[in-house]
């Protein structure tokens, strides 16, 4: 009987390995692919924006999951933050500046509207955000994901606290409904970006 995948905090010297698998990961994420069109770009462009918003966000927040094989690899990686500490702080966005300008080039602009945008949507109630969640596209299928959405949902219910997450997917909004998601509306991306979808979940 195969066991479900084991998830656990990621470590600060992981961080390369997360960044690249979630780089892979949203390979073909079509708000991804609209910020950043060229393939080799968006590869290298996502590994620098993961890994600068692990380094000097996510993990100050003890948010940091990932999901490994039985060798111990990194097959998926969840990037959550709790109640009131989804926005970065001042200092922090400081020091990812000159990672994200990097991942960004000439697009750096087209991503802070993004960003804007997401933020003017962003619910107010405490809440803990998936901020990102992905997984190594050759192990998809094999669980990684779900069980990296259900050890924190599980705290999200624990404490009774709502969980929120925006799907860059329209062909993911099942998938999350099965967790207990609700599409709440749509978020219209500017510049004709493809539109996000938020969701919400009561804690049970």
Not at 5 to 15: K, Q, S, Y
Not at 106 to 115: N, S, W, Y
Not at 151 to 165: F, I, K, S, T
């Given at each position: 009987?195969?066991?479900?995948?084991?998830?656990?905090?990621?470590?600060?010297?992981?961080?390369?390995?997360?960044?690249?698998?979630?780089?892979?990961?949203?390979?073909?994420?079509?708000?991804?692919?609209?910020?950043?069109?060229?393939?080799?770009?968006?590869?290298?462009?996502?590994?620098?924006?993961?890994?600068?918003?692990?380094?000097?966000?996510?993990?100050?927040?003890?948010?940091?999951?990932?999901?490994?094989?039985?060798?111990?690899?990194?097959?998926?990686?969840?990037?959550?933050?709790?109640?009131?500490?989804?926005?970065?702080?001042?200092?922090?966005?400081?020091?990812m500046f000159p990672q994200l300008a990097?991942?960004?080039?000439?697009?750096?602009?087209?991503?802070?509207?993004?960003?804007?945008?997401?933020?003017?949507?962003?619910?107010?109630?405490?809440?803990?955000?998936?901020?990102?969640?992905?997984?190594?596209?050759?192990?998809?299928?094999?669980?990684?994901?779900?069980?990296?959405?259900?050890?924190?949902?599980?705290?999200?219910?624990?404490?009774?606290?709502?969980?929120?997450?925006?799907?860059?997917?329209?062909?993911?909004?099942?998938?999350?409904?099965?967790?207990?998601?609700?599409?709440?509306?749509?978020?219209?991306?500017?510049?004709?970006?493809?539109?996000?979808?938020?969701?919400?979940?009561?804690?049970?």
């Open positions: 009987m195969p066991t479900s995948p084991d998830v656990r905090p990621g470590r600060r010297d992981e961080i390369t390995g997360l960044a690249r698998t979630l780089a892979a990961a949203f390979q073909d994420d079509p708000v991804m692919e609209w910020v950043l069109p060229d393939p080799r770009q968006r590869l290298r462009g996502a590994q620098r924006l993961f890994a600068a918003q692990t380094r000097h966000h996510h993990f100050a927040s003890g948010g940091v999951d990932i999901a490994v094989d039985p060798a111990g690899a990194i097959s998926g990686a969840a990037l959550w933050d709790p109640p009131g500490k989804w926005k970065a702080s001042p200092l922090s966005e400081l020091r990097r991942a960004f080039g000439t697009r750096l602009l087209v991503g802070k509207r993004l960003a804007d945008t997401m933020t003017r949507a962003h619910p107010e109630e405490p809440h803990w955000y998936l901020a990102t969640i992905g997984t190594d596209p050759e192990r998809r299928g094999h669980g990684f994901g779900q069980a990296l959405l259900r050890a924190r949902l599980e705290q999200c219910d624990r404490e009774g606290v709502p969980a929120y997450l925006e799907s860059s997917k329209e062909s993911n909004i099942a998938y999350y409904e099965r967790f207990g998601f609700e599409v709440t509306g749509t978020i219209g991306i500017p510049d004709g970006g493809p539109d996000l979808w938020p969701m919400w979940r009561a804690p049970r």
